[in-house]
């Protein structure tokens, strides 16, 4: 089994096993044809870790109906599902022109950030995931956050296991330990320098 795929099925168990609230908002993954002819409308062909995580789960449901911390696996990151990806792409990427058209935008915070994935085959950064976030960042330009999808999900799980990521009580809303969050990124994406700021 690849990894990625092995590392979707632990954060799940992961997160189940905590009861954490957030599983009950995401919506079930789709086929790997559907994920196939949304990418058809791009100049890029789709790469088999997006086809693993939309095959997972196809983001969240209602997600601007909902308070942006009970939807939030990780800090800004919200899954989106494919078909809203494939609009925010279309609107910030082709029309506005906010980021350049070989970034991808997966994950949101729900209020203008995004999380994008590189996908110019021919640059080193390809498939590397990047910040966009004018208000953070100070600037238009996105920046390296992790090295890979896989990365991702790889320390969002171990951020969880040490407690740095939790879901309040009360609430039901992400809790944030940013040094434990910093410590782990650091550690497992040394290609990213967002977390070297």
């Avoid at 330009?141 to 939790?166: A, C, H, M, W």
């Amino acid at each position: 089994m690849d990894e990625i795929k092995k590392v979707l099925q632990e954060l799940e168990f992961f997160l189940r096993e905590s009861n954490s609230p957030i599983l009950a908002h995401f919506q079930e993954g789709i086929s790997a044809s559907e994920i196939s002819d949304s990418f058809s409308t791009m100049k890029f062909p789709v790469r088999d870790d997006i086809m693993k995580m939309y095959e997972w789960k196809n983001g969240v449901n209602d997600l601007f109906k909902k308070k942006t911390g009970e939807i939030e696996l990780f800090t800004s990151g919200i899954m989106m599902p494919l078909e809203l990806a494939v609009s925010i792409y279309a609107l910030e990427a082709r029309v506005q022109k906010s980021f350049k058209k070989d970034f991808f935008p997966l994950f949101t915070s729900g209020g203008g950030d995004y999380i994008l994935m590189h996908l110019d085959e021919k640059k080193k950064t390809y498939g590397q995931l990047f910040l966009y976030s004018p208000s953070i960042l100070l600037s238009s330009k996105p920046v390296s956050i992790y090295d890979s999808l896989n990365t991702l999900f790889q320390t969002t799980l171990e951020v969880y296991k040490k407690r740095g990521y939790y879901f309040n009580e009360v609430d039901k809303t992400l809790e944030v330990v940013y040094e434990i969050e910093k410590e782990v990124a650091i550690e497992m994406n040394p290609k990213s320098e967002f977390w070297r700021g």
